[in-house]
C-alpha cells in the first residue's frame, strides 16, 4: 500500500491521539468523518496499524517499571533468529522486541514490579530463550520524554 500525505497526517494525529473521534480527526486533516473511517479501515487492514493500546505513566505507579534488555545470540544465522523470535513471541513479560544492527541482535522492553521479579524473568524466561549468548539490562530511572 503507498501511503500519500492524508495517510501519513491520520497515522501521527492517531500516534498523539489514538482515541480522537473520526470528526475530530477529520478536521485535523482536511476530510470528512466517513472518509476518515474507510481510511483508518484500509490502514489497519493492510496491517500498518496493528492495534491501539493505552500507554502507561511507570512513573506514576509503583507496580510496573520498564527495562530495556541487549540480547546478543550465538549466531545470527536465519534460523537461529527464527528460532528466537517464535520463542520470544510466547513470553508474556515482554511487550515489545525490535531486531536491531549494533553490538547486539535485539532490543526488548519488558515492565518489572520489582527486582525479584527480574530475576524471575531472567532466570527463568530470557536465559532459556533459544540462542542466547548474552544479555545486558538497562533500568528506567525516569522517562524524560515520550509522545502521549
Sequence with gaps: MNLDQIDLKIIECLRRNARCTNVELGEQVGLSASACARRIQSLEEEGIIRGYTAVINTSASEH????????????????????????????????????????????????????????????????RLPGVSSIESSFIIRNVFSYK
Excluded: M, N, Q, W
Excluded at 96 to 112: H, K, M, N, P, Q
Design 64 to 127: 510496573l517499571r520498564p527495562v530495556f534488555l541487549r540480547i546478543k545470540l550465538a549466531s545470527s544465522t536465519e534460523d537461529c533468529l527464527k528460532k528466537f523470535e517464535k520463542a520470544i513471541r510466547t513470553c508474556a513479560e515482554v511487550r515489545e522486541c525490535f531486531l536491531v544492527t549494533g553490538a547486539s541482535d535485539y532490543l526488548l522492553r519488558i515492565e518489572i514490579s520489582g527486582f525479584e521479579d527480574f530475576e524471575r524473568i531472567h532466570k527463568e524466561v530470557l536465559t
